[in-house]
């Protein structure tokens, strides 16, 4: 063991409550509850045999299994699904689960499902649907940060008389269906990922869609109706010969005795004109009655072009008429790597950036480069006999001497973590020629392994047990809810696949399909089973297709929707399947870690790190995000607010398998700088891990800051010394990743430093392999080791063929695609590497395929476009013959001219602490996407209309506010002049409902302590809070203005198991809630996070109770402030 190991559960994952309340009463009802459970949960020993292992099926001697509302387990997964729901495993950890998995609120049908560019809540009259366009940012830009899209109604959709609880009727990749109904009465609803539409059949009463204000019809005719509400522009289409009435907020249709009708959101915004929307809704007409029904992605991996090909494909069924095709939203990841669809100019606004709109298709491709991954990096920088060779051996001997597992803990988490530790360290030892540490490492996680893959008699832990209600298997002894919520699979398993690879790269008879491999594989299939055919577990448990990465929550019943933490250790699942599936000559499993891989890169590189800054709310202020949530995201944990960790969680382990890390150098100096400003100079916690981040961009630096403090940092959990310094004196030889070069082998990777490169490629067989990288440089690789090149490319002075059959389509007013047929670069050449595009003579862009969309066109235009091809040693076919294309003149198309100014900004309804402000449209020469409203010169928040609520402001002060216009294209108008606003004083006649109520400044409590706070504002907060205890305010003055959203600064460190409700209810503590929000750890007691919910809307003066529920004794929550708006 390293010297100066941290703790194996860390002290910064639990807080010592004070035992201030019946301990006594609560040790009685922790032993009752605990009695109940295994009770509920008969264990069963039912062994299922995988080759020479096998797994049980129940649950061991107290164990737990999945829960729900009321603190009991979960007996009966499809107790809201239908008879139409697919036979075999229930999925978990989606974006839509809490449909089926009532994990907080049993009255609930669903919590907010953030589907985007929609927004969904499931209620017993309908279908909630909201258009969410405008951040709320929380917190600092230099600490604990958060922006979230909440989901705010726009509408109910549902029919007349409908009071039902829905069930789940079916779902496909990215989409789910939900059914009410009541008497002979019914309603079905699809939506998902990407779809603006959604789809609606019903028997019965009158199709109804209910606004929470007063519609404005634009449009009213042919079966259609165009409506604005909240700001937002939506299309409501029912069969021919149907119409549409308006009576109040709420629109309804007898659909002309049909059963089918579908509403779509519209691209435009309040600062379209109407002819702009009538526009849109004429060109999403067609696609209307093409109800979807049906979604699937497949994949093929090329090994000679080292590119991933994905296919994401709609089915429809057309409602009326014989049309094929839809329309779908792409997210940025998809975007950038599209192929085989054209994308229009509409755009919406989503809390991953903008998602571009494609119209009438049915499918389309994302094309990706694999720059491969390493079980480990090839020994380059520690020659035998060097002194740095004998310090680098002496690390290795504290891992491989004694146990290497001594100090982790027995569940799934930290036994993985062990695994990780262990076989970065065996690679090593191999690499360096102490091949007796070695064997010794592959040797004792060789028997851990077995021990995991075998469920002996009566054994209860180190062992997996299949759940057959749920379809997933779970590890006990489990950990962080692995059990009770089915969080964090992926995570967990995803060090065993690693640590399997390594045993089965020196020992492949013990990962033979016929000894241990098979069950490998099985532990594989519950958090990604690639086999649709296997039913034991679902399709791609822990990976949301469209979204393009993994949610960590099993149930996702989170205001927010669902969220994932640590992004590297879903990496480190797929770098795992990559390994494992080469060594035992598995290629589903290869390809399908490299589908993950490749997609989830994307997906970091934009959501975790917006490296292209269109994704994070210009007013959130940070370069990073420690979690993705379903709504937005949080600079924080579940655990820590150290900015070290809300960072460095994103970038653990730290492998060769993790080199998608070091593709942006110059982000990664940004995300240091940040983490230094934001901790007040450089890392003091998990050195090791932002080092080995940092060594990705400059690894000298990096190296000599280890070689300072080797004797005095503290080391990472699941680091070692020997691997930090052989990571670090590696890459300070090797430079940085070059993405430029690829291999035939996914084990593959290729780095430069002063324009010389190094080749790298490993082979975990027992045989020799010759592996040839694009630009004709050949390495032979020796039989399980890792080695490396510096070998110059071959002389390649040919250029390729010329690209031919040059042609366009899909050409609008401001964009066209392109395609021609491949070039090649003869038998010795180094390969096609990419093509040049041509627009008048001039490059405007590159391809690694064969079509290209060439966008920012102007409008009733001329161009002429060409092709030429690069090969991987830089030479240039002569431009292939030409292609004509005149754009279309169409008004919505993109352009390059910022809107006009804003003017007219008034301010109105300014209270103490919030003012309204309301301006005129901007116009432009496509649309105006949104407005920044500025105080004192700085962004406070953008939104889609033309209004904005500024709250949290302080009572008598003066302040000055402007706003600004911006386009698709991300082009700013000007600021509008400046509208001065002082705040009123304080209301006399009670507590202001828009201001910041602090907590501990209740009129009367029951059961909750007050301490001091560490949130930014200082004071207290109310501490302590569990199941049953209340606070009390009275005269808390709403006004006349009814206010619909409340929300609270609330902090929890409680265990993974524990949750709660809050609940804000009016005059007594027992009257109904007008609203309610659940929480559950956000990382520790005093790491806040500020959480909306929607309430009944109010005005006048009330006593205002907030309730606590949680069904458990435990303390889960602290309460800092709230506020109603």
């Not at 494609?358 to 694999?370: D, K, L, N, R």
């Not at 560490?1014 to 808390?1036: K, L, M, P, S």
């Amino acid at each position: 063991m390293s010297a100066g190991r941290e703790p194996t559960t860390p002290t910064w994952r639990h807080r010592a409550r004070p035992q201030g309340r019946v301990l006594v009463a609560l040790v009685v009802l922790a032993a009752l509850l605990a009695y109940v459970l295994q009770a509920a949960v008969a264990p069963r020993a039912d062994a299922a045999t995988v080759g020479a292992g096998s797994y049980a099926e129940g649950t061991p001697t107290g164990g737990a299994v999945p829960t729900e509302c009321n603190g009991t387990p979960v007996t009966n997964p499809r107790a809201h699904v239908t008879s139409n729901f697919p036979a075999g495993a229930v999925p978990t950890n989606d974006w839509w689960t809490s449909l089926l998995w009532r994990k907080f609120d049993c009255a609930s049908i669903s919590e907010n499902l953030m589907a985007h560019p929609l927004a969904f809540h499931a209620y017993t009259d309908g279908l909630g649907v909201s258009y969410p366009t405008t951040a709320s940012i929380s917190g600092t830009a230099t600490g604990v940060g958060e922006y979230h899209y909440n989901y705010t109604e726009d509408f109910r959709l549902g029919i007349a008389g409908l009071s039902s609880d829905g069930k789940v009727d079916g779902y496909s990749d990215w989409t789910v269906s939900e059914l009410w109904t009541n008497g002979s009465s019914s309603l079905r609803t699809t939506f998902g990922h990407g779809l603006p539409f959604v789809y609606a059949t019903k028997t019965g009463g009158n199709a109804t869609l209910t606004g929470k204000a007063a519609p404005t019809v634009w449009s009213n005719a042919g079966g259609a109706v165009g409506y604005t509400i909240n700001g937002h522009d939506y299309a409501a289409f029912g069969p021919s010969g149907s119409t549409w009435a308006v009576s109040g907020s709420t629109l309804s249709s007898s659909l002309n005795g049909g059963s089918f009708f579908s509403v779509a959101v519209l691209p435009t915004s309040s600062g379209s004109s109407n002819a702009d929307r009538v526009a849109a809704l004429n060109a999403y007409a067609p696609y209307a009655h093409n109800h979807v029904t049906g979604t699937k992605v497949s994949w093929s991996y090329d090994e000679a072009s080292a590119r991933m090909t994905a296919t994401y494909a709609f089915t429809t069924t057309a409602r009326q008429g014989s049309g094929t095709g839809t329309v779908y939203a792409l997210y940025p990841h998809q975007r950038d790597q599209l192929s085989g669809a054209t994308p229009s100019a509409y755009s919406y606004v989503s809390p991953r950036g903008p998602m571009r709109v494609v119209i009438g298709s049915s499918q389309f491709q994302t094309v990706a480069t694999f720059n491969g991954v390493l079980p480990q990096l090839a020994n380059t920088g520690f020659p035998a006999g060097s002194a740095d060779a004998t310090q680098l051996n002496g690390y290795i001997e504290q891992v491989a001497t004694g146990d290497p597992f001594a100090g982790f803990g027995d569940d799934t988490y930290w036994t993985g973590k062990a695994f990780g530790r262990i076989s970065q360290v065996a690679h090593m030892a191999n690499l360096t020629g102490n091949t007796a540490a070695r064997d010794r490492l592959v040797g004792s996680m060789k028997t851990r392994l077995t021990d995991w893959m075998t469920a002996s008699p009566g054994e209860t832990t180190r062992s997996f047990w299949y759940n057959p209600a749920w379809g997933t298997l779970i590890g006990y002894p489990a950990s962080y809810g692995s059990d009770t919520d089915l969080n964090d699979h992926h995570f967990h398993y995803g060090y065993y696949v690693v640590g399997a690879a390594t045993v089965a790269q020196f020992d492949p008879a013990w990962a033979a399909e016929s000894a241990y491999g098979g069950m490998v594989n099985t532990v594989i299939k519950d958090a990604a089973n690639w086999d649709r055919t296997d039913t034991r577990f679902p399709f791609l448990r822990d990976f949301d297709i469209y979204a393009g990465h993994d949610w960590a929550a099993g149930h996702g019943a989170f205001g927010a929707g669902n969220n994932q933490e640590s992004s590297s250790e879903g990496m480190n699942f797929a770098s795992g399947l990559i390994q494992w599936g080469q060594v035992t000559g598995n290629k589903a499993v290869r390809d399908l870690g490299i589908y993950l891989y490749t997609t989830q890169a994307s997906a970091i590189e934009n959501y975790w790190f917006d490296t292209d800054d269109e994704a994070f709310p210009a007013a959130f202020g940070h370069s990073t995000v420690g979690m993705v949530w379903g709504d937005g995201g949080s600079y924080s944990t579940w655990f820590s607010a150290e900015p070290e960790m809300i960072q460095g969680i994103n970038l653990l382990p730290s492998t060769a398998g993790h080199l998608y890390l070091g593709y942006d150098p110059a982000y990664i100096t940004r995300n240091i700088a940040e983490l230094e400003r934001n901790n007040g100079g450089p890392a003091t916690v998990w050195k090791d891990i932002i080092w080995e981040f940092q060594a990705l961009a400059d690894a000298p630096t990096a190296l000599s800051q280890f070689r300072a403090q080797q004797g005095s940092y503290a080391v990472e959990e699941g680091e070692s010394k020997a691997h930090t310094f052989y990571w670090l004196k590696n890459l300070a030889g090797l430079g940085t990743v070059d993405r430029s070069v690829t291999a035939n082998t996914p084990l593959h990777a290729v780095f430069v430093k002063n324009g010389v490169r190094t080749y790298q490629a490993a082979n975990m067989s027992g045989s020799p392999i010759t592996v040839r990288f694009s630009n004709g440089v050949t390495l032979n690789v020796p039989a399980r080791s890792v080695t490396a090149s510096t070998t110059s490319a071959p002389t390649d002075t040919t250029a390729p063929s010329v690209p031919a059959g040059l042609t366009s389509s899909g050409t609008t007013s401001s964009a066209t695609t392109l395609s021609w047929s491949a070039s090649n670069d003869g038998s010795g050449g180094t390969g096609v590497a990419s093509y040049e595009v041509l627009r008048g003579g001039s490059v405007v862009g590159t391809a690694t395929g064969t079509t290209y969309t060439a966008t920012g066109l102007s409008p009733s235009t001329a161009y002429s476009f060409t092709v030429r091809a690069v090969d991987g040693a830089g030479n240039r076919s002569a431009s292939s013959s030409a292609v004509s294309v005149t754009t279309s003149p169409s008004s919505t198309g993109g352009d390059t001219t910022a809107p006009s100014v804003p003017s007219g900004l008034a301010a109105s309804g300014t209270t103490a602490s919030t003012t309204t402000l309301a301006w005129n449209a901007s116009t432009d020469a496509v649309g105006v996407t949104g407005y920044d409203v500025l105080r004192g010169g700085t962004v406070i928040g953008s939104t889609a209309s033309r209004t904005f609520t500024v709250t949290g402001l302080t009572p008598a002060t003066a302040y000055s506010f402007a706003v600004r216009a911006y386009d698709a294209a991300g082009n700013r108008s000007a600021a509008s002049a400046a509208v001065a606003v002082t705040t009123s004083p304080s209301t006399s006649t009670g507590v202001d409902a828009t201001s910041r109520i602090q907590a501990e400044a209740y009129s009367g409590m029951v059961g909750v302590q007050k301490e001091a706070t560490q949130d930014v504002d200082g004071g207290e907060n109310i501490a302590w809070i569990a199941n049953g205890d209340y606070v009390r305010f009275d005269n808390v003055n709403f006004g006349t203005t009814p206010r619909g959203t409340f929300s609270a600064r609330v902090a929890s460190g409680a265990a993974g198991s524990v949750s709660g409700l809050v609940n804000v209810r009016l005059g007594s503590r027992t009257a109904p809630p007008i609203g309610s929000f659940a929480v559950g750890n956000t990382g520790g007691w005093q790491s806040w996070r500020t959480i909306p919910a929607n309430i009944q809307a109010t005005t006048g003066v009330h006593t205002v109770y907030l309730t606590f529920d949680s069904g458990q004794p435990a303390d889960f929550l602290n309460v800092n402030w709230f506020t109603f708006s």
